[in-house]
Every structure is written in structure tokens, then in C-alpha cells.
């Protein structure tokens, strides 16, 4: 489900320093006044079974009352370290490959995702990592094998709020769940507050993940993806070099706020985890903004007033800039695989009163990396992935030009 932000009253915890916040439990506030969003909050479980006759009853909500403990860090290896950077496996196979935009998405018809070998998946890492989404249709992968093959991309994250399917043992599957039970209500959020990256307040937020639509409205229920490559690649050099220094605290405090205005468990208890405000991918070694409207709160170290503006800024980059977004319309047995390290998505909510259902698996990715931190454990230098597209096409750019003669960019032949 995606996160809608609703307003946290902030405490002396809130305002820590980065060094306290790595991964800091946020305890809630005895007796605090809570923001209930009934559209944001979890689905109602289905408990008396008045809907058995759906196809897909056993998939419908249920919040068991499980207690797991604080996720702790491990390493991990991303497969597209050991692809092949043409992904002729992959894509050999299939019937047709089509860009859905110059920046993000791609399409591919005549793959069966339950028969990929580990070869075709890790070059599927790859390209995911590249387009930062794709897409596949007619797919009969069931949910059993769908949790396969994201565990090839690593340890599955189980969800601490959301609603598992009634089924047993599926406590790994993220429930995506709406029908005529609950309406939309724009008075409690904003369209641009959807917009998110999933669970990025983990220490280690997801990487390669995918999502099935089972039952999908007639028309509307579309999800919306936005590149945070391409975001970090429409900035000025200065921007960018000042973003890449920043910090900025992500909580998952509204989410568990949300849930226990519900009345449900919170599994695990919620935390602020610091991370940088640009990334950089393991495998394509490209820069990407990753802050989201969904979880991301503040920049750490600067006045209030500057990191809102500079939040906001970029908020409304990733939500209202078309170049750098691909829509995706939904079919039953479609699956989009995109990689939440460098994309953000929001799902429209248009579709009332007919029922949206999908699963979704959802492996750990690695602990995120600011450039710095990028290059000095790697020895490689961080790159701008429109400035590599247009590199590999002959294409100078005034702004690497720019970038590349630092303090001799300025003007010439001036006297003060």
C-alpha cells in the first residue's frame, strides 16, 4: 500500500543528531494525539469470510499477531555484478523489447518469469538497474515462484504494518488490497504524498522488486514510476555537488501510526534511519536523489526553513516532471519488476469501488552509499547516467564541461 505522510509531532528524539539516528527506534508518545488517515490506513482483514467465492480469497488481508525482531545489516552482492553487460541471454529469448521512454521503463514480450534461468535473471538485475523498471504481461508465475525469483536478488523483506495474504506462510508477500470498502478521501492527503520508495527507513532498503496484479480494475489503478537518475541528471552541477553531501532522515513512524490508529499490530518496532540524499548504484555505478514524500522527513544539519524548501523542490520534481516518468496500465497476470533504490512510485487511486489486488515480493538491497562513500571503497568514480547515454552517442554536454572545469568556469577577462 502506498505510504501517505501525515504530520508527526516531532519530540526531543526528533531532533538528534545523523550520528544518533542511524537506525534509531522512534518510541510513540504515550497518550500523543494521532492524524488518522482512513486511506492510508491497512485494509480491513477478512475475517468472517463473506468473500470465499473471490478467485483469489486466500490472498485477501490478514494481520496475524507476529513480533519480529530489529532488522540488523548483512552484505550482499547485487546479481547484475555477474551479468552480461549486453544481457543476451535475457534478451535473445524474448519476442519484442520496447523503450517505453528515453529514461525509464522498458517492456518485454514472450519471457516466462518462471522459467528464467539464474544467467536470464541476473542480466533481468541488470537491466532493471538500467531502466529502473520493466515490464512483463500474461505472466502465470505464481506466488510461490514469484518469491523464488526475488530471492534470487536477495533475503525477502517481511513488512511490519502491512497485510499478509490469509494464506499460511506467505508472511514475506506484501498485500496490495483496495475494493468498495473504503473510499479514497481527498481531504486526508495530498496525490504528491503518495509518491514513495518502499520502506526506505530500513538500514538496508529493498532493491530488485516485483509486483503481480491479480484482479485489476477496468480502467484506472495505474502506477506512476519516477527516475531518480534522471532527477539528479536535469540538475546544475552546483545542485547536484550540494546534494551529494546532504544526509536525511527517513521514518517509518507515520506508517506504524497509521496502523495502530487501525487497530492493528505493529510487528517490528518503527525507526529513523539516516541515508544519504544521493545514492549510487552498486552495479551501474550511476548517481540517483533518493529522498521520497512517503518517508523521507528531514536533512540533517541545516536549518528547518532550508530543508523543507530543498525537500519540497525535489517532492515536486519526482511527482510533477514528465521526462521523468513512464505510467504503467495494469492487466491481470501483469508484473512490474523495478529497482527501489532508484525509483520512486505512486499508485493512482481512481478506480472506486472496484476492487485492486496484487502481490508483491521484495528482496534487501544493500546499505545505501553516498558518492563518497561509493568511491573510496570501490576506487571508481560515480557517474551521471544521462551524461554516459550521451557519451556513448558522441554528444558533448555544456554542463560537463562545465563540472569538469570546476573554478576555471567562470567568466573571463573580468576586473571588480
Known amino acids: 500500500m502506498a505510504p501517505v505522510a501525515t504530520e508527526i509531532r516531532r519530540t526531543e528524539e526528533d531532533v538528534e543528531t545523523a550520528k544518533s539516528l542511524k537506525a534509531k527506534v522512534v518510541k510513540p508518545s504515550d497518550g500523543q494525539e494521532t492524524s488518522f488517515n482512513p486511506f492510508y490506513s491497512p485494509p480491513s482483514a477478512d475475517d468472517d469470510g463473506s468473500d470465499d467465492s473471490y478467485e483469489y480469497a486466500r490472498y485477501k488481508p490478514s494481520f496475524p499477531k507476529l513480533d519480529w ?24 529469448a524474448a519476442k519484442k523489447v520496447t523503450q517505453l521512454t528515453p529514461v525509464i521503463g522498458t517492456e518485454i514480450e514472450g519471457l ?3 522459467q528464467l534461468s ?3 535473471k541476473d542480466e533481468l538485475a541488470l537491466l532493471v538497474a538500467e531502466r529502473g523498471v520493466v515490464f512483463f504481461r500474461d505472466q502465470g508465475i505464481d506466488i510461490h515462484q514469484q518469491l523464488d525469483l526475488a530471492r534470487h536478488f536477495g533475503p525477502l523483506h517481511k513488512h511490519a504494518t502491512t497485510p499478509v495474504p490469509k494464506e499460511p506462510g506467505l508472511e514475506e508477500v506484501h498485500l496490495v488490497y483496495n475494493d468498495s470498502s473504503r473510499r479514497p478521501d481527498p481531504s486526508a492527503f495530498s496525490k504528491l504524498e503518495l509518491w ?19 484482479t485489476i480494475p477496468p480502467v484506472g489503478g495505474d502506477t506512476l514510476f519516477s527516475s531518480g537518475y534522471a532527477l539528479y541528471s536535469s540538475l546544475s552541477p552546483g545542485l547536484q555537488a550540494y546534494l551529494e553531501g546532504l544526509t536525511a532522515v527517513h521514518s517509518a513512524a507515520a506508517q506504524a501510526q497509521g496502523a495502530r490508529a487501525a487497530g492493528t499490530h505493529v510487528r517490528r518496532p518503527e525507526i529513523e534511519t539516516v541515508h544519504p540524499v544521493v545514492r549510487v548504484h552498486p552495479v ?26 530543498v525537500l519540497q523542490f ?18 491481470k497476470d501483469s508484473v512490474a519488476i523495478w529497482d527501489n533504490r532508484v525509483l520512486t512510485h505512486s499508485a493512482t487511486f481512481d478506480f472506486w469501488p472496484h476492487r485492486r489486488h496484487a502481490l508483491r515480493a521484495t528482496p534487501t538491497g544493500e546499505k545505501p552509499l553516498s558518492v563518497a562513500d561509493y568511491e573510496r571503497k570501490t576506487g571508481k568514480k560515480a557517474k551521471d547516467r544521462q551524461q554516459e547515454v550521451w557519451k ?25
Open 196 to 214: 514513495h520508495s518502499d520502506v526506505t527507513y530500513e538500514l538496508q532498503p529493498p532493491s530488485t522488486t516485483s509486483l503481480k496484479g491479480l
Open 112 to 114: 516466462d518469469l518462471s
Open 314 to 331: 525535489l517532492f515536486r520534481q519526482i511527482g510533477e516532471n514528465p521526462d521523468f516518468q513512464v505510467r504503467f496500465r495494469w492487466e
Open 284 to 309: 551501474t555505478g550511476w548517481k540517483s536523489v533518493y529522498v521520497n514524500p512517503g518517508f523521507t522527513r528531514r536533512i540533517v544539519g541545516v536549518p528547518k526553513v532550508e530543508s523543507d524548501f
Open 69 to 92: 525482531a530489529p532488522l540488523e545489516h548483512f552484505e550482499i552482492t547485487d546479481r547484475g555484478t555477474f551479468a552480461d553487460p549486453e544481457k543476451r541471454a535475457l534478451l535473445s
Open 392 to 416: 556513448a552517442l558522441g554528444v558533448a554536454d555544456s554542463l560537463e564541461k562545465a563540472r569538469n572545469a570546476g573554478a576555471n568556469s567562470g567568466p573571463k577577462g573580468y576586473n571588480d
Open 118 to 120: 539464474d544467467t536470464q
